[in-house]
T-cell receptor, first 112, second 116 residues
């Protein structure tokens, strides 16, 4: 299974942008890139996903490199509530649907 | 908003007991999943189901079974609990869409299971 590599931890200041990097050098042409986050004592929460083009939604932006071997999740203005573990995941097609392969994630701390 | 509800937040059982973890979703999703989460190992897929009465093994199915008798409910069963099954268990659901549609998964808040 293709894997992702993320830094173990990152720090940010409140109200500043945050760029969370992810490497996925073994990605295949049909693998989508998903991002989830997990707040303390909660289950993971979907953030965003994309295939080739950059994507925006109300939570974040996803910038995907032209060769698709890396991507960056962008939080435009970090808040204290954004402190969480962020997972960069490749969605693998599997039988009738697909499955997410979670890595270790990046623990983001946000300082006031 | 999608609601995935797991029956217990905390559960303590004894070695050898049969344990049932229940999960219910309210969005008529076809796909449902069971994961376990352990420090240093991340989330690992145990089983998933893409329709009523259908099930597929995930990456670590040994020691577990599942039941999907109704679309909204997906049960994880530990036939004879062992201490190495102490973990956080997470249930998720997703719409099927089409095979390539990559529908997001919606997670419950987890059941922390301790086997003594």
């Amino acid at each position: 299974d293709a894997k992702t590599t993320q830094p173990n931890s990152m720090e940010s200041n409140e109200e500043e942008p945050v760029h969370l990097p992810c490497n996925h050098s073994t990605i295949s042409g049909t693998d989508y890139i998903h991002w989830y986050r997990q707040l303390p004592s909660q289950g993971p929460e979907y953030v965003i996903h994309g295939l080739t083009s950059n994507v925006n939604n109300r939570m974040a932006s996803l910038a995907i490199a032209e060769d698709r071997k890396s991507s960056t999740l962008i939080l435009h203005r970090a808040t204290l509530r954004d402190a969480a573990v962020y997972y960069c995941i490749l969605f693998l097609l599997y039988n009738q649907g697909g499955k997410l392969i979670f890595g270790q994630g990046t623990e983001l701390s946000v300082k006031p | 908003d999608v609601k995935v509800t797991q029956s217990s937040r905390y559960l303590v059982k004894r070695t050898g007991e049969k344990v049932f973890l229940e999960c219910v979703q309210d969005m008529d999703h076809e796909n449902m999943f069971w994961y376990r989460q352990d420090p240093g190992l991340g989330l690992r897929l145990i089983y998933f189901s893409y329709d009523v009465k259908m099930k597929e093994k995930g990456d670590i199915p040994e020691g577990y079974s599942v039941s999907r008798e109704k679309k909204e409910r997906f049960s994880l069963i530990l036939e004879s609990a062992s201490t190495n099954q102490t973990s956080m268990y997470l249930c998720a659901s997703s719409d099927r869409g089409n095979r390539n549609s990559n529908q997001p998964q919606h997670f419950g808040d987890g059941t922390r299971l301790s086997i003594l």
